[in-house]
T-cell receptor
Framework: SAVISQKPSRDICQRGTSLTIQCQVDSQVTMMFWYRQQPGQSLTLIATANQGSEATYESGFVIDKFPISRPNLTFSTLTVSNMSPEDSSIYLC??????????????FGPGTRLTVL | QKEVEQDPGPLSVPEGAIVSLNCTYSNSAFQYFMWYRQYSRKGPELLMYTYSSGNKEDGRFTAQVDKSSKYISLFIRDSQPSDSATYLCAMTGGGSNYKLTFGKGTLLTVNP
């Protein structure tokens, strides 16, 4: 199974600023995703990070607010731009298709806990 | 109606109890059904998965899928305090329909 790390693990930010979250996988994966997890809510998919091309965003999420990069098969970043208190949440990175085991399994990072003041 | 419904609980049981966790869904295209376990301040990890209908057993855990009723369950036998976590159901159509749709998660506490 793939092991995923995220940096930072948590941060407190001022409104109007931006934060970039890094996601590193210890092996190549076919697909990488970014989720938001708010208290009492489902994991909500923000976007699929595509290697070498623009990310595919879900309804309600836009590139200007959540720019995503994926330069290779093991690394991705998510930026939360022009933050407001409503962006306070846990942001999770996941990978799928590591070449072993159940293909549809997604491996998750530990999450980044973001608080916006 | 949400695609996946899951009672968020919380659910509190004594050690040794049998726990039943459930989800209902509306999308008949779902083929793979998963249960993830998420400990506090950790990311979710896959516990079990089932393809189509039927039962699957792994130690103290049993996953059941009833596609005719669009209902899935996870049973935990002889529950232990270490089982205390949030359990999320997730589903996908598989293949090119690769995205997972998650339930809200059920917070389970097993008391010693």
């Amino acid at each position: 199974s793939a092991v995923i790390s995220q940096k930072p693990s948590r941060d407190i930010c001022q409104r109007g600023t931006s934060l970039t979250i890094q996601c590193q996988v210890d092996s190549q994966v076919t697909m990488m995703f970014w989720y938001r997890q708010q208290p009492g809510q489902s994991l909500t998919l923000i976007a699929t990070a595509n290697q070498g091309s623009e990310a595919t965003y879900e309804s309600g999420f836009v590139i200007d607010k959540f720019p995503i990069s994926r330069p290779n098969l093991t690394f991705s970043t998510l930026t939360v731009s022009n933050m407001s208190p409503e962006d306070s949440s846990i942001y999770l990175c996941s990978g799928q298709g590591s070449g072993t085991g159940f293909y549809n399994e997604q491996f998750f990072g530990p999450g980044t806990r973001l608080t916006v003041l | 109606q949400k695609e996946v419904e899951q009672d968020p609980g919380p659910l509190s049981v004594p050690e040794g109890a049998i726990v039943s966790l459930n989800c209902t869904y509306s999308n008949s295209a779902f083929q793979y059904f998963m249960w993830y376990r998420q400990y506090s301040r950790k990311g979710p990890e896959l516990l079990m998965y089932t393809y189509s209908s039927g039962n699957k057993e792994d130690g103290r855990f049993t996953a059941q899928v009833d596609k005719s009723s669009k209902y899935i369950s996870l049973f935990i036998r002889d529950s232990q305090p270490s089982d205390s976590a949030t359990y999320l159901c997730a589903m996908t159509g598989g293949g090119s329909n690769y995205k997972l749709t998650f339930g809200k998660g059920t917070l389970l506490t097993v008391n010693p």
